[in-house]
């Protein structure tokens, strides 16, 4: 495995100084958002794809470094029937055509989250069972027909332009959310260009443990997020893993993301990443640092001083 960096973190750099940022702290490999929500402060999409001759100049900066692309970022929920939801399949699409001209084989997204029915505009995410059949499940129902639906055509087109991995985030909030709801997608579109971009930090949020998710997700891996979660001591105990406050709250959450090492020990995540190894991944590991209970310096030291230590090679 090889260890990478999510640039957005670095977001207040200019695209040569996160390259010699990330250089410097000895990871040779970016994984940038070329679509969706992200910051895209490093790289500029449509400039890309309209300039070969800044498309040339863009990836000597790489090439002159040493340093490559490990996968094209796009989450959102295109899947959002509003305006904004079709701003972000556009930008999906937009992201594969990039990957296209770049040589990227990989993108990393989410499945997104449709609303409850046709009449409606809010993206739900539903996750209880309480008389589940008397008046959710219909909605259910109705979402994973309008997920399979789309991602059918999306992996279509992705195919008709190269793209060789789509690794999807289980993410909070999207149809994709732990191994279980990522097999119903993947069986119900029928095509295993699509498989799981592996993040920990969201399936501890979930009380799951990400080890053995990773062994309920053989063969799927294409992408690994290094990312952890702590589940805060006297919070958790109290109200539970459902969480609604702001990230940036941390001190009245009942969980956070916290930089690798701070939330499982090392000896936890050297077993994951061979458990991870074992079950077929042996591709890149991105950081993905989002802890704010410390500052982002001090939090991708203390990632990538964990990750080098942990991933397996």
């Not at 059949?133 to 991602?151: E, F, G, L, N, R």
């Not at 990443?273 to 704010?292: A, H, I, K, Q, T």
Request: negative net charge; hydrophobic residues 40%.
């Amino acid at each position: 495995m090889q260890l990478s960096i999510c640039t957005d973190v670095y977001a207040e750099l200019s695209y040569t100084e996160m390259l010699d940022k990330v250089k410097s702290l000895g990871v040779d490999a970016v994984e940038m958002t070329a679509g969706g929500w992200g910051a895209r402060t490093h790289c500029p999409t449509e400039e890309l794809l309209a300039d070969d001759s800044k498309l040339a100049a863009y990836m000597a900066e790489l090439d002159k470094r040493g340093m490559r692309i490990s996968a094209l970022n796009t989450s959102c929920n295109p899947l959002w029937p509003c305006e904004t939801g079709k701003q972000y399949d556009e930008s999906m699409r937009r992201c594969v055509l990039l990957a296209e001209k770049m040589g990227v084989k990989k993108i990393v997204c989410m499945s997104g989250l449709p609303a409850g029915s046709e009449n409606d505009v809010t993206p739900n995410w539903i996750t209880s069972s309480v008389t589940m059949t008397a008046y959710m499940q219909p909605a259910v129902d109705y979402q994973w027909k309008t997920t399979i639906a789309w991602w059918k055509e999306f992996a279509a087109f992705c195919h008709a332009h190269g793209l060789e991995k789509i690794a999807i985030e289980e993410f909070p909030c999207m149809m994709v959310h732990n191994p279980e709801s990522f097999w119903h997608l993947r069986e119900g579109v029928g095509d295993d260009i699509i498989g799981i971009n592996l993040d920990p930090s969201h399936l501890i949020a979930y009380g799951a443990d990400p080890i053995h998710s990773a062994r309920a997700l053989k063969g799927a891996i294409y992408h690994v997020h290094g990312k952890d979660t702590r589940i805060e001591r006297g919070m958790a105990e109290v109200n539970g893993l459902t969480e609604w406050k702001d990230v940036h709250d941390t001190a009245s959450r009942t969980w956070n993301y916290v930089a690798v090492g701070c939330g499982k020990d090392l000896q936890w995540w050297k077993e994951f990443f061979s458990v991870v190894r074992m079950m077929g991944y042996n591709g890149d590991v991105s950081l993905e640092m989002e802890d704010f209970t410390m500052s982002t310096e001090a939090g991708v030291v203390t990632s990538v001083d964990a990750l080098k230590q942990t991933i397996s090679l």
